[in-house]
T-cell receptor
């Protein structure tokens, strides 16, 4: 079975500061890794995904994430955040077999303050 | 349609009543998923449909929960004899199943917020 741990439930930062949202996963098989963002009262939107190849993945809105197999991590980063980045961020894994269902972490609420 | 559509967006029901939640996936998407998002539990997988069959229903929390999909399109999640712990946001997602070695992107609806009073 797979599991995902998001180490911080809340992250407050000031506008234009860098941010890192941490994600660790556990799995006995190879997994695919995702970051989703959820703005208030909206569904989830895919930010980026890691399938294979380069361990540095770039996504939408200036976000990027780095896959580290030895540390089983997939941390999300942005060098300079905006007020509009305030949202909840979910890390997820899936296995490419069967249903491809997503196993999510519990989310990190990012609050960007002026 | 342009995206995954869920209805109703909000539902308040009395404890013990049955509720039906509807999901209209993106046209042509063969896979459909239901997830539940609740405080303290995060996002939990409930059930997966491929076409009209449900080969993975391992996440349904009890026999009060059931789901069906018809015509390879619309899906309905039914909760019988609702309990207060059923209060949550129920999210639906759809995609093409991945081909080769690449999983497809799941597109999510905006969810149905269920409140059991």
């Amino acid at each position: 079975a797979q599991s995902v741990t998001q180490l911080d439930s809340q992250v407050p930062v000031f506008e234009e500061a860098p941010v890192e949202l941490r994600c660790n996963y556990s799995s006995s098989v190879s997994v695919y890794l995702f970051w989703y963002v959820q703005y208030p009262n909206q569904g989830l939107q895919l930010l980026l995904k890691y399938l294979s190849g380069s361990t540095l993945v770039k996504g939408i809105n200036g976000f990027e994430a780095e896959f580290n197999k030895s540390q089983t991590s997939f941390h999300l980063r942005k060098p300079s955040v905006h007020i509009s980045d305030t949202a909840e961020y979910f890390c997820a894994v899936s296995v490419l077999s069967g249903s491809e269902k997503l196993v999510f972490g519990k989310g990190t609420k990012l609050t960007v303050n002026p | 349609g342009a995206g995954v559509s869920q209805s109703p967006s909000n539902k308040v029901t009395e404890k013990g009543k049955d509720v039906e939640l509807r999901c209209d996936p993106i046209s042509g998407h063969t896979a459909l998923y239901w997830y539940r998002q609740s405080l303290g539990q995060g996002l939990e997988f409930l059930i997966y449909f491929q076409g009209n069959s449900a080969p993975d229903k391992s996440g349904l929390p009890s026999d009060r929960f059931s789901a069906e999909r018809t015509g390879g399109s619309v899906s309905t999640l039914t909760i019988q004899r609702t309990q207060q712990e059923d209060s949550a946001v129920y999210l639906c997602a759809s995609n093409f199943l991945g081909t080769g070695d690449s999983p497809a992107e799941a597109f999510f609806g905006q969810g149905t917020r269920l409140t059991v009073v």
